[in-house]
């Protein structure tokens, strides 16, 4: 299985800025995605990174707001960018290996003031 | 409707009885039927993988598919407070990015000592 890392782990963060997350795989993946989580809710897919291209992003979701970048096989970042109290969340980087198993990283708690 | 549902519980269960977790889902083109466990402030952690129908055990763990009905299930045998989380159920078409993951919204588990 993949072991996922995400740093931060949590932040504070004053609305109007922005903070990037990074996510680290330890062995090369297939398919890494961001997801948002709203506490006591599902998972919301936010858009799968690609490797070396644009993110596909899924609706209501853009990419001026949340930037993505995956410039190799185990490392992704996502940016929250223009932050509001709207984005307080979890966001939680994953990734597939193989056909279907999908993993996930601990996650990155987001407080927005 | 959505595309899979997921009673969000809580249940509340003694320890050492047997649980019943079921989600049912309405997109026939669904094979791949994954189990996440997430206690809280962490990750969801994979604990259960079946492609199509079928039974899968693993320890106290027993995953359940019928395409037939599109209904899912994941009994946990003797259980135990530390299986107290939330379980999600996941599910998707096949692989490939146009294949995502669908949610659903979790049962959360309190097993009482």
């Known amino acids: 299985s993949a072991v996922i890392s995400q740093k931060p782990s949590r932040d504070i963060c004053q609305r109007g800025t922005s903070l990037t997350i990074q996510c680290q795989v330890d062995s090369q993946v297939t398919m890494m995605f961001w997801y948002r989580q709203q506490p006591g809710q599902s998972l919301t897919l936010i858009a799968t990174?690609?490797?070396?291209?644009?993110?596909?992003?899924e609706s209501g979701f853009v990419i001026d707001k949340f930037p993505i970048s995956r410039p190799n096989l185990t490392f992704s970042t996502l940016t929250v960018s223009n932050m509001s109290p709207e984005d307080s969340s979890i966001y939680l980087c994953?990734?597939?290996?193989?056909?279907?198993?999908?993993?996930f990283g601990p996650g990155t708690r987001l407080l927005v003031l | 409707q959505k595309e899979v549902e997921q009673d969000p519980g809580p249940l509340s269960v003694p320890e050492g009885a047997i649980v019943s977790l079921n989600c049912t889902y309405s997109?026939?083109?669904?094979?791949?039927f994954m189990w996440y466990r997430q206690y809280s402030r962490k990750g969801p952690e994979l604990l259960m993988y079946?492609?199509?129908?079928g039974n899968k055990e693993d320890g106290r763990f027993t995953a359940q598919v019928d395409k037939s009905s599109k209904y899912i299930s994941l009994f946990i045998r003797d259980s135990q407070p530390s299986d107290s989380a939330t379980y999600l159920c996941a599910m998707s078409a096949g692989g490939g990015a146009t294949n995502k993951l669908i949610f659903g919204t979790g049962t959360l588990l309190a097993v009482q000592p």
């Open positions: 079946t492609y199509s129908s």
């Open positions: 994953s990734a597939r290996q193989g056909a279907e198993t999908q993993y």
């Open positions: 997109n026939s083109a669904f094979q791949y």
């Open positions: 990174a690609n490797q070396g291209s644009e993110a596909t992003y």
